[in-house]
């Protein structure tokens, strides 16, 4: 399974762009990455996932350059409450399994 | 419609009782995941179960530990002689079919478990 890491806490202010960096050195080719929310008591929530290049919807960017061993979430112009933890997943379609990441705690700030 | 719903959604235990732990996918996901996450921890995986079967068992922490589906739908986690370090939030997932990589997993919320 391809081993995550990602930086434990980040902080940031109200209206700026925050951009969350996983690294996944060891990925495999079927592997494919995912971003998940998750607030306190709660069970993750997706937020948006790729293969390679950018995606984006309507709540964040995605970008994984082409050697694919790292991802980066962006979420444009933050507000108080995306305060939560976020993980980054790595998924082999053919075994189902999930690695997931540490989580980043992105506390935002008035 | 019904997300994935687990119960119970708290529960207390004496350390060396069994507990069951159940989860309800979405109607007609085939997919189904059990993760568990200790405290102030991230998400470990735990099973995988494509259908009624699972193909790899390899992230269940010990034999005390056991998982099953049945008609494609509910699944129960079984934790055997329970240990204090089982303490922790167990996740249930469910996606559509579980073999295409635009799958989401959609979590419930959750059964906290407490060994003293």
């Known amino acids: 399974l391809a081993k995550t890491t990602q930086p434990i806490s980040m902080d940031s202010y109200e209206g700026q762009e925050v951009n969350i960096t996983c690294s996944h050195n060891?990925?495999?080719?079927?592997?494919?990455i995912t971003w998940y929310q998750q607030f306190p008591s709660q069970g993750p929530r997706f937020i948006i996932q790729?293969?390679?290049t950018k995606v984006t919807n309507e709540v964040a960017s995605l970008f994984i350059p082409a050697d694919r061993k790292s991802s980066t979430l962006s979420l444009p112009r933050v507000s108080l409450s995306d305060t939560a933890v976020y993980y980054c997943?790595?998924?082999?379609?053919?075994?189902?399994?999930?690695?997931f990441g540490d989580g980043t705690t992105l506390t935002v700030k008035p | 419609g019904a997300g994935v719903s687990q119960s119970p959604s708290n529960k207390v235990t004496e350390k060396g009782k069994d507990v069951e732990l159940r989860c309800d996918p979405i109607?007609?996901?085939?997919?189904l995941y059990w993760y568990r996450q200790s405290l102030g921890q991230g998400l470990e995986f735990l099973i995988y179960?494509?259908?009624?079967?699972?193909?790899?068992k390899s992230g269940l922490p010990s034999d005390r530990f056991s998982a099953e589906r049945t008609g494609g739908s509910v699944s129960t986690l079984t934790i055997q002689r329970t240990q204090q370090e089982d303490s922790a939030v167990y996740l249930c997932?469910?996606?559509?079919?579980?073999?295409?990589?635009?799958?989401?997993?959609?979590f419930g919320p959750g059964t906290r478990l407490l060994v003293l």
């Open positions: 060891n990925i495999a080719t079927n592997d494919y």
């Open positions: 997932a469910s996606s559509t079919s579980g073999g295409a990589w635009y799958e989401t997993q959609y």
């Open positions: 179960f494509q259908g009624n079967s699972a193909p790899d």
């Open positions: 109607s007609g996901h085939t997919a």
């Open positions: 790729g293969y390679k």
């Open positions: 997943l790595v998924r082999n379609t053919n075994a189902g399994k999930s690695t």
